[in-house]
């Protein structure tokens, strides 16, 4: 099975009051970041983003694709991204997951076996940007979207959905940092210091 990545980041980081896609963390952007943590475990890394939207310099290989239609969750940039990878199954992130663990990529690969998906739960959470999807998801992913359906959970109840729950996670990723997006100037502060306490450590 090739195994592939699809990084989000086409959303409006209104929180952020920023692009997260470009914010700095050590010597590197974030989006920078994310792509260098996941290309040592997967064959394909796709970056999706929205229209008009000025992303850092990636490496050649990574795959640039671009929301079809704006604003539309999760599942609006994850259509564009199964259309550009060439994998079999593809870990899905956001880009504002600096400390993200290749441990749980790993584990939620591995639980894949026969199933179409495979979603991080935790703190009674369903965290559709800690999952693995198989690319034949896209139709029914298309025919959802037809008939106006836009929900992650949506997606989950028509196709073979399993979950990897807190515990198991924890087990590799303790403090569950995979799971810890930045969404607030305070949460990137703290990564950002948190940073500082590791590379001095």
């Known amino acids: 099975m ?6 989000l980041c086409g959303g409006r980081s209104t929180r952020m009051g920023s692009d997260k896609a470009s914010l700095p963390f050590g010597d590197e952007q974030m989006l920078q970041r994310v ?15 929205h229209g008009d939207q000025d992303l850092p310099s990636l490496p050649a290989s990574v795959t640039i694709a671009r929301d079809e239609v704006e ?7 994850l259509g564009p991204g199964l259309k550009a990878t060439m994998a079999d ?19 939620l690969f591995d639980r894949l076996e026969t199933h179409d998906v495979v979603v991080a739960r935790a703190g009674g ?10 690319t034949t998801v896209r139709e029914p992913l298309a025919q959802l979207f037809f008939v106006g359906k836009r ?15 807190e515990e198991e996670l924890r087990r590799v990723d ?24 590791e590379s001095t450590s």
Do not use: K, M, W
């Open 174 to 197: 303790p403090e569950l940092l995979t799971l810890a997006n930045l969404n607030t100037r305070e949460a990137y502060d703290e990564a950002v210091a948190r940073l500082a306490r």
């Open 151 to 165: 929900r992650p959970i949506d997606l989950f109840a028509e196709v073979d959905t399993i979950y990897v729950d």
């Open 71 to 77: 604003d539309q969750g999760p599942l609006g940039g």
């Open 2 to 7: 090739r195994r592939g990545a699809i990084i």
């Open 35 to 49: 792509v260098r943590l996941l290309q040592p475990l997967v064959e394909d890394v796709v970056v999706v983003g």
């Open 89 to 107: 199954a593809v870990y899905v992130t956001g880009c504002d997951v600096p400390f993200l663990q290749s441990a749980v990529v790993t584990l």
């Open 125 to 134: 959470y369903r965290h559709p940007l800690a999952a693995v999807y198989r």
